[in-house]
């Protein structure tokens, strides 16, 4: 029996209706959330990334303002906004367009993000309490597929959970995140000895790799999930995923598409943070 198809567009557009409500409510009470986007530069994708999220925002409720520096501009300049934007009380969450130019310590200028605005979920705050199992705002394309899993009702408690990639925007996390859900957890990397004995023992598989169809059907367990985060761009233009979708769904028992699978769902995370971040705020400022 084929795969069932996980609708990545159908869920966001779950999630944020439900999130818009929240949005409009705290609108009413005076509050509307905000995001601040930074982007250094003019690389092309990010640009992309940077309008889609001014767009989700604007069709969620939410304020936002795209923050544009030039490629040559300095580390200070951006950190210096960064610490205007921490103090405006119109923005809720901030996040920093990565990737950023080579002269950046990225490291620096997450560090800047006050922690209550952190809608990225990257600064090491947040990350700590990631591995501590409480943090404020984990970080988006994780917590993405862990509503994907939550909605369509996968269980996780006590599931072989396989990570392909321990990037840490998306591996680590994702490891962790399974994890808090009590799922037995095993990351691979580029340097893990037969990938394929570590893949077909996984009830819940996550790629996170960038590397197009290198997910064969054999590596899969018959009838696991299968999460696909990688976006690969191929010489004609399309869009495809580490796993080889065509074969593998006719194996897996959920699989996920490349466009609309896991994509979606992280710029929806986002839009959840800075609500988020914007509640918080609004319990402060009327406690
Ligand atoms: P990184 O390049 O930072 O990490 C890739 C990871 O894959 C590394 O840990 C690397 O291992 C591992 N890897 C590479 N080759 C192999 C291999 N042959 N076998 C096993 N592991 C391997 O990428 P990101 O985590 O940032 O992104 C991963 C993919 O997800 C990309 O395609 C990216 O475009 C996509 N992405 C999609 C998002 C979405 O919203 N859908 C959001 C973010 C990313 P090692 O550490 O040893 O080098």
């Known amino acids: 029996m084929e795969a069932k198809i996980i609708d990545g567009n159908a869920i966001a557009k779950e999630v944020r209706t439900e999130w818009r409500l929240r949005a409009e409510y705290l609108t009413r009470l005076g509050v509307q959330p905000g995001l601040a986007v930074i982007i250094v530069g003019n690389n092309p994708a990010s640009s992309i990334y940077v309008r889609n999220k001014a767009k989700a925002c604007d069709e969620t409720g939410i304020y936002s303002e795209i923050h544009e520096f030039l490629e040559n501009a300095s580390q200070n300049q951006v950190i210096e906004r960064i610490q205007e934007l921490n ?3 119109k923005i809720h969450g901030i996040l920093v367009q990565l ?10 200028i997450i560090a800047s993000i ?12 947040n ?10 705002f984990p970080p988006c394309t994780p917590s ?4 994907m899993l939550e909605k369509i009702g996968i269980v996780i408690e006590g599931r072989h959970a ?3 990639g321990r990037s840490n925007i998306v591996g680590k996390p994702m490891a962790l995140m399974l994890l808090e859900k009590s799922a037995t957890v095993t990351i691979c990397t580029s340097k893990t000895h037969n990938l394929m004995e570590h893949t077909v023992r996984a009830d819940i598989l996550v790629t996170a790799i960038g590397k197009p169809r290198i997910i064969s059907a054999d590596m899969v367990k018959s009838g696991a999930t299968v999460i696909d985060v990688g976006i690969n761009l191929m010489s004609d233009g399309k869009l495809t995923g580490d796993v080889d979708f065509n074969l593998v769904k006719k194996k897996a028992g959920y699989i996920t598409p490349v466009p609309g699978g896991v994509g979606p769902m992280t710029i929806t995370m986002l ?3 800075t609500i ?8 402060q400022i009327s406690a």
Request: aromatic share 10%; proline share 4%; glycine share 8%.
């Open 271 to 273: 839009l959840c943070n």
């Open 276 to 283: 988020k971040a914007a509640e918080r705020f609004y319990a």
């Open 87 to 89: 103090k405006d009380s």
């Open 99 to 108: 990737p950023l130019p080579r002269h950046f310590e990225i490291n620096k």
């Open 144 to 147: 993405g597929v862990m509503k």
């Open 162 to 164: 396989v990570v392909v």
């Open 127 to 136: 990350v700590g309490a990631l591995v501590a199992g409480q943090t404020l």
């Open 114 to 125: 006050a922690v209550e605005k952190d809608a990225d979920g990257f600064h090491l705050y």
